[in-house]
Every structure is written in structure tokens, then in C-alpha cells.
């Protein structure tokens, strides 16, 4: 299962763009890469999926480099709301992922 | 329902209690999922349902811990004689169970053994 690496926290200030990097130096070719935002008292709630390229939504958008080794959650123009912890799991959903283990993820401080 | 439904929300108990927890997932989805949550950590894989069947219990931290679906709905999350260490919140999600599709979670049950 590939394991994941993430910076434990962050710090922004409402407006910014914020773009959080996790590395999967081990990631299978198989394996999705998926990111969960969670806020205290909550269970997490999935934000973006991708597997190469650019993915972008609503919310946020996920970049991803060819090699795949790497990945990089982008939210845009931050508010207070998005102050939580974010996640990113590698895997696939129909071998691996359940076994997962979501480690301490980031956790995010937006400020006024 | 709408969306994945725990109860309770909160436990106390004492040690050596047993205490059942419950997860409603959303209808129609084939997985489902229990994890664990200390205090500030993250999320600690327990047990993952396809259907009824468990194909993976190795997250189980003990033998007092068990849990089992039916109907391809509701699960249920046992722990057996309880002790300090056990509390935590006991997060459930299901899926539709396809390859990459995304986890719904529930919020929880915080337990707490005094």
C-alpha cells in the first residue's frame, strides 16, 4: 500500500490560495489518489479524486505530475470555513483502499 | 436515508462494559467501513464490509473487538469487555463499492470508558 507523506499543518489568511503537497513516492499504477477534508466533531468528507493530469471542481483542484509521485490539493481564495484537516489517501478502492489508513493529515489555520 | 447514520453519537461506559455501536450506511452501497479516531490522530482502518462478508478483519486491534452486517445494510461494532484505551470516536462509511468511488462518513460515536 503506498504510503503517503503530508506537512502537519499550515497556515494562511482568508483570500490566499492555499496548495497543500502530499508525496507518494510509492503509488501503484492502479491506485486513485483522493483527498478528505475533516472539521472537528465531523467525519470526513471527500473533496477531489484524480489519477493523472488536472482534476478541478467546485471546490478545489488536484494536480497531479506525470510521474504521479507526487500530488497537490489547491483551494482557492480561502475563507474561515475551510480551516480543517485535510487528507490525502492513495489507493484502490477495490484492493487496497479499504485497508487505508488516513495517518495525522494536514491541518489548516485559515486566519482573518 | 441521506446520508450515512450513526448512533449514538456519544457513549459512556464503564470498563469491563460491553458497548454495541451502530452504523446505518447509505442505501444501495455495497461497502462499508469502520474506523477508529484517537484524540488529535487520524483515522485507524478497523474492518471493511463488501456485502455481508468481511474479507479483511486484520485491523481488529484485539479479540474483543467484532463487528458483523446484515441485509447488506446495517452494521453493528462490538467491543467486549471495555477498557480506557478503547475510547475514541468509531467512524463508519460505505461506498457503492466500484473501483476509486469515494467514502461517505458518518459523524461518529465518541466513546468514552471511565
Same mark, same amino acid.
Given at each position: 500500500?503506498?504510503? $503517503? ?15 497543500? $503537497?502530499?508525496?507518494?513516492? +510509492?503509488? &501503484? $499504477? +492502479? ?24 482534476? /478541478? ?8 505530475? &506525470?510521474? *504521479? ?13 475551510? /480551516? ?8 484502490? /478502492?477495490? /484492493? ?7 495517518? $495525522?493529515?494536514? *491541518? ?5 | ?114
Amino acid at each position: 500500500l503506498a504510503k $503517503t507523506t503530508q506537512p502537519i499543518s499550515m497556515d494562511s489568511y482568508e483570500g490566499q490560495e492555499v496548495n497543500i $503537497t502530499c508525496s507518494h513516492n +510509492n503509488i &501503484a $499504477t +492502479n491506485d486513485y489518489i483522493t483527498w478528505y477534508q475533516q472539521f472537528p466533531s465531523q467525519g470526513p468528507r471527500f473533496i477531489i479524486q484524480g489519477y493523472k493530469t488536472k482534476v /478541478t471542481n467546485e471546490v478545489a483542484s488536484l494536480f497531479i505530475p &506525470a510521474d *504521479r509521485k507526487s500530488s497537490t490539493l489547491s483551494l482557492p481564495r480561502v475563507s474561515l470555513s475551510d /480551516t480543517a484537516v485535510y487528507y490525502c489517501l492513495v489507493g484502490d /478502492t477495490l /484492493t487496497g483502499f479499504q485497508k487505508l489508513v488516513f495517518g $495525522t493529515g494536514t *491541518r489548516l489555520l485559515v486566519s482573518p | 436515508g441521506a446520508g450515512v447514520s450513526q448512533s449514538p453519537s456519544n457513549k459512556v461506559t464503564e470498563k469491563g462494559k460491553d458497548v454495541e455501536l451502530r452504523c446505518d450506511p447509505i442505501s444501495g452501497h455495497t461497502a462499508l467501513y469502520w474506523y477508529r479516531q484517537r484524540l488529535g490522530q487520524g483515522l485507524e482502518f478497523l474492518i471493511y464490509f463488501q456485502g455481508n462478508s468481511a474479507p479483511d478483519k486484520s485491523g481488529l486491534p484485539s479479540d474483543r473487538f467484532s463487528a458483523e452486517r446484515t441485509g447488506e445494510s446495517v452494521s453493528t461494532l462490538t467491543i467486549q469487555r471495555t477498557q480506557q484505551e478503547d475510547s475514541a470516536v468509531y467512524l463508519c462509511a460505505s461506498s457503492l463499492g466500484d473501483r476509486g468511488e469515494k467514502l461517505f462518513f458518518g459523524s461518529g460515536t465518541q466513546l468514552s470508558v471511565l
